[in-house]
């Protein structure tokens, strides 16, 4: 829809108009007209276009047309002017006898005036894109992408971008989108008018604006260090200022700003911001400006996004304890064969605090222009709190944290609580980036553990990973990766889904002491361990008992598995893995009973598993050789890793001693479905 502007022409004296190309400017005709006026006529030059609206009945509007009480003459140009008040316009109106009233002259200066931003999201900010004001999801959407500028390009200054509140380095504005003002028109504007951006009071604390300009600004420039290597970007708009005055390029001329982004969606924010631009219209000195045209371009803040399994590794992280040489040199061996890097943090980096999985998450951000890391940083905040601030953030590797504002973080907090699925189908529905998953306390209970609520809001506003809510807090530690994980499969969906399983441990033990093998025992190779026969272990009616509990829960996890990533069972392993129920202050939580097979580490088709010291047959770990039978098939290899003492004992397993950086998806985010 075209925009059009009232305006107000006088008698006798002539009007001088600024008129935006591609709008339209409306003259009530009868209510300039002088007392008595019964007829009018139009001339113009010939970039001037116009219309009467009603359409007079008289062919030419060069002769005197009756003049009624509601028509409108409609104004146009075809084209920017070379000069100011290079087209003009009048209008006569004539009496009862066709005697000459009065003449109203207009002076016409044509400009054109562009916001542009990379609306078709193609990498290129292109001239007026129509849909440049709105966001559309999809292939064939449209509406630019605003990266978060989370990221460190100071290694001396060790704080994310966005919290200084200046450009110092020129490599910081790929991580800020382009965003062009293109002009054409007169060298200059008419007196009275000027051209200001702004943004909402809500919008504020969202985005900053910079534009781009030299030290020969009339801000105040930067120190002369910087002057030395840096190109100045004076601050437009920002959470203390609205609104600016910017300049007008003149000509055919072209003024860049780069905005950038502060905030991932949340709760309270959807991620969509408006910038504005107004040519704005002074009447007299002293009296307020009026806005005479708008135009407007939307962002929508690229989420934060989680990398599945299935997807390549990139690096491998690991802490350095006193007692996990021996997991260090397996881990070491599992990293080369699967052609990733393994970094190791010494003792002084991790102090003492080996469970790395727990402390953060490993995802990205990504818009058409640029792509880089982010990790979120959870609230758990043991020895290893600082690692991510302080080892990660960097230039393109981005920091994102969320921290409660009350309530102590929990167990359910620690990011060993929080997987995703690789891409799933579901009812007709396609999740191209997975769906993220999380453990929960029961849905129908008031108390227990949960994932704290500012967590959980800041995953649920990314959108693109549609969050599933599991059972988890019936473990002891009540992570969901205690009892859940995922292969890639040259099959089917492409994976499969590992779920541990009682059930298939009491088969597998079954097996044995049906085909006499009832005394081999569980932990024969570790010393300081009791060793327990697979006789003993089926005589154990308690512990059976217990083992049907897990297996409920893990049944309940199951179902809603299947049912949120359209999993049939042939998509989904069983591990025989046994737990155990020890009381937690006054409630039973759950515990694995030999190393838990399914918290393992996957690394393309190299799987590093925690070694379950089964019992053995013909010189053979039972269980090592049911589990590679179940996961051999799909051409993974399983190395079974010796994580007893250093992490089994301690309530934990290989993935809990591990974090995995992979490559990001070769989907684009903004060509979901919504």
């Given at each position: 829809?075209?925009?059009?502007?009232?305006?107000?022409?006088?008698?006798?004296?002539?009007?001088?108009?600024?008129?935006?190309?591609?709008?339209?400017?409306?003259?009530?005709?009868?209510?300039?007209?002088?007392?008595?006026?019964?007829?009018?006529?139009?001339?113009?030059?010939?970039?001037?276009?116009?219309?009467?609206?009603?359409?007079?009945?008289?062919?030419?509007?060069?002769?005197?047309?009756?003049?009624?009480?509601?028509?409108?003459?409609?104004?146009?140009?075809?084209?920017?002017?070379?000069?100011?008040?290079?087209?003009?316009?009048?209008?006569?109106?004539?009496?009862?006898?066709?005697?000459?009233?009065?003449?109203?002259?207009?002076?016409?200066?044509?400009?054109?005036?562009?916001?542009?931003?990379?609306?078709?999201?193609?990498?290129?900010?292109?001239?007026?894109?129509?849909?440049?004001?709105?966001?559309?999801?999809?292939?064939?959407?449209?509406?630019?992408?605003?990266?978060?500028?989370?990221?460190?390009?100071?290694?001396?200054?060790?704080?994310?971008?966005?919290?200084k509140r200046t450009i110092t380095k020129v490599s910081d504005l790929k991580d800020m989108s382009l965003m062009i003002l293109r002009t054409r028109g007169p060298a200059k504007l008419p007196d009275g008018y000027k051209l200001s951006?702004?943004?909402?009071?809500?919008?504020?604390?969202?985005?900053?604006?910079?534009?781009?300009?030299?030290?020969?600004?009339?801000?105040?420039?930067?120190?002369?260090?910087?002057?030395?290597?840096?190109?100045?970007?004076?601050?437009?708009?920002?959470?203390?200022?609205?609104?600016?005055?910017?300049?007008?390029?003149?000509?055919?001329?072209?003024?860049?700003?780069?905005?950038?982004?502060?905030?991932?969606?949340?709760?309270?924010?959807?991620?969509?911001?408006?910038?504005?631009?107004?040519?704005?219209?002074?009447?007299?000195?002293?009296?307020?400006?009026?806005?005479?045209?708008?135009?407007?371009?939307?962002?929508?803040?690229?989420?934060?996004?989680?990398?599945?399994?299935?997807?390549?590794?990139?690096?491998?992280?690991?802490?350095?304890?006193?007692?996990?040489?021996?997991?260090?040199?397996?881990?070491?061996?599992?990293?080369?064969?699967?052609?990733?890097?393994?970094?190791?943090?010494?003792?002084?980096?991790?102090?003492?605090?080996?469970?790395?999985?727990?402390?953060?998450?490993?995802?990205?951000?990504?818009?058409?222009?640029?792509?880089?890391?982010?990790?979120?940083?959870?609230?758990?905040?043991?020895?290893?709190?600082?690692?991510?601030?302080?080892?990660?953030?960097?230039?393109?590797?981005?920091?994102?944290?969320?921290?409660?504002?009350?309530?102590?973080?929990?167990?359910?907090?620690?990011?060993?609580?929080?997987?995703?699925?690789?891409?799933?189908?579901?009812?007709?529905?396609?999740?191209?980036?997975?769906?993220?998953?999380?453990?929960?306390?029961?849905?129908?209970?008031?108390?227990?553990?949960?994932?704290?609520?500012?967590?959980?809001?800041?995953?649920?506003?990314?959108?693109?990973?549609?969050?599933?809510?599991?059972?988890?807090?019936?473990?002891?530690?009540?992570?969901?990766?205690?009892?859940?994980?995922?292969?890639?499969?040259?099959?089917?969906?492409?994976?499969?889904?590992?779920?541990?399983?009682?059930?298939?441990?009491?088969?597998?033990?079954?097996?044995?002491?049906?085909?006499?093998?009832?005394?081999?025992?569980?932990?024969?190779?570790?010393?300081?361990?009791?060793?327990?026969?697979?006789?003993?272990?089926?005589?154990?009616?308690?512990?059976?008992?217990?083992?049907?509990?897990?297996?409920?829960?893990?049944?309940?996890?199951?179902?809603?598995?299947?049912?949120?990533?359209?999993?049939?069972?042939?998509?989904?392993?069983?591990?025989?893995?046994?737990?155990?129920?020890?009381?937690?202050?006054?409630?039973?939580?759950?515990?694995?009973?030999?190393?838990?097979?399914?918290?393992?580490?996957?690394?393309?088709?190299?799987?590093?598993?925690?070694?379950?010291?089964g019992p053995k047959v013909n010189g053979s770990c039972a269980i090592e050789a049911e589990t590679r039978s179940l996961l051999e098939g799909l051409g993974l290899s399983c190395t079974f890793i010796d994580d007893f003492v250093a992490?089994?004992?301690?309530?934990?397993?290989?993935?809990?001693?591990?974090?995995?950086?992979?490559?990001?998806?070769?989907?684009?985010?903004?060509?979901?479905?919504?």
């Amino acid at each position: 829809m075209t925009h059009s502007r009232t305006v107000r022409i006088d008698i006798d004296t002539a009007t001088n108009l600024l008129h935006v190309v591609g709008t339209e400017l409306n003259i009530h005709l009868s209510r300039c007209a002088p007392p008595g006026s019964r007829f009018f006529s139009v001339k113009c030059t010939p970039d001037v276009q116009y219309s009467i609206t009603p359409q007079p009945s008289v062919a030419s509007h060069l002769s005197p047309l009756p003049l009624h009480a509601n028509q409108v003459l409609l104004i146009g140009m075809k084209k920017a002017s070379a000069h100011e008040n290079d087209n003009k316009l009048s209008v006569r109106y004539y009496g009862e006898k066709s005697e000459v009233l009065g003449n109203a002259v207009v002076h016409l200066t044509a400009v054109e005036i562009s916001l542009d931003v990379d609306a078709d999201r193609d990498g290129k900010v292109e001239k007026d894109n129509p849909n440049k004001d709105s966001w559309k999801w999809g292939p064939n959407g449209h509406g630019a992408i605003l990266l978060v500028n989370c990221d460190s390009e100071q290694h001396y200054w060790k704080k994310p971008d966005l919290e200084k509140r200046t450009i110092t380095k020129v490599s910081d504005l790929k991580d800020m989108s382009l965003m062009i003002l293109r002009t054409r028109g007169p060298a200059k504007l008419p007196d009275g008018y000027k051209l200001s951006m702004h943004i909402t009071k809500s919008d504020s604390d969202c985005i900053r604006v910079f534009k781009s300009g030299s030290p020969g600004s009339n801000t105040a420039p930067l120190s002369y260090l910087y002057s030395l290597f840096v190109q100045y970007y004076p601050l437009v708009l920002s959470d203390e200022v609205l609104i600016k005055e910017v300049p007008y390029p003149g000509g055919n001329g072209e003024l860049e700003f780069y905005v950038e982004g502060l905030r991932f969606p949340d709760k309270d924010f959807d991620g969509l911001i408006t910038i504005n631009l107004s040519l704005l219209d002074s009447v007299a000195r002293g009296i307020p400006e009026t806005p005479i045209f708008t135009d407007r371009v939307v962002f929508k803040v690229a989420p934060w996004i989680m990398t599945p399994n299935t997807l390549r590794p990139v690096e491998v992280y690991v802490c350095k304890i006193r007692d996990n040489e021996q997991f260090l040199q397996e881990m070491k061996n599992i990293t080369e064969k699967s052609g990733c890097t393994l970094k190791i943090l010494p003792e002084y980096k991790n102090r003492g605090d080996r469970w790395i999985q727990d402390e953060m998450e490993f995802g990205y951000s990504d818009a058409p222009h640029h792509q880089f890391p982010v990790v979120l940083d959870s609230p758990r905040d043991r020895k290893l709190g600082d690692f991510a601030y302080d080892e990660l953030l960097g230039p393109d590797f981005g920091y994102v944290t969320r921290t409660p504002d009350s309530s102590k973080p929990n167990s359910l907090d620690s990011f060993g609580n929080l997987e995703v699925s690789p891409p799933v189908t579901v009812n007709g529905k396609h999740y191209p980036l997975g769906r993220i998953l999380i453990g929960v306390a029961f849905p129908t209970t008031t108390t227990g553990r949960n994932m704290t609520q500012i967590i959980q809001d800041f995953l649920w506003a990314q959108k693109v990973q549609d969050p599933v809510a599991l059972y988890s807090d019936w473990l002891l530690v009540g992570h969901v990766d205690e009892f859940m994980s995922f292969v890639p499969a040259p099959d089917r969906k492409g994976f499969r889904l590992l779920l541990a399983s009682p059930d298939a441990g009491y088969k597998l033990f079954k097996k044995l002491q049906n085909d006499g093998h009832g005394k081999s025992r569980l932990f024969e190779d570790l010393e300081e361990e009791k060793k327990l026969s697979v006789d003993e272990i089926l005589a154990d009616e308690g512990l059976q008992a217990e083992n049907n509990y897990v297996q409920s829960c893990i049944d309940w996890n199951r179902d809603v598995l299947k049912r949120e990533l359209g999993l049939e069972d042939a998509d989904i392993i069983d591990l025989p893995i046994l737990f155990q129920l020890v009381l937690d202050g006054k409630k039973l939580k759950a515990l694995p009973f030999y190393p838990d097979m399914v918290n393992m580490i996957v690394l393309g088709k190299n799987l590093g598993i925690p070694k379950p010291f089964g019992p053995k047959v013909n010189g053979s770990c039972a269980i090592e050789a049911e589990t590679r039978s179940l996961l051999e098939g799909l051409g993974l290899s399983c190395t079974f890793i010796d994580d007893f003492v250093a992490y089994h004992k301690k309530l934990g397993e290989v993935h809990c001693g591990s974090n995995t950086r992979r490559v990001p998806f070769d989907f684009k985010w903004w060509n979901m479905e919504m």
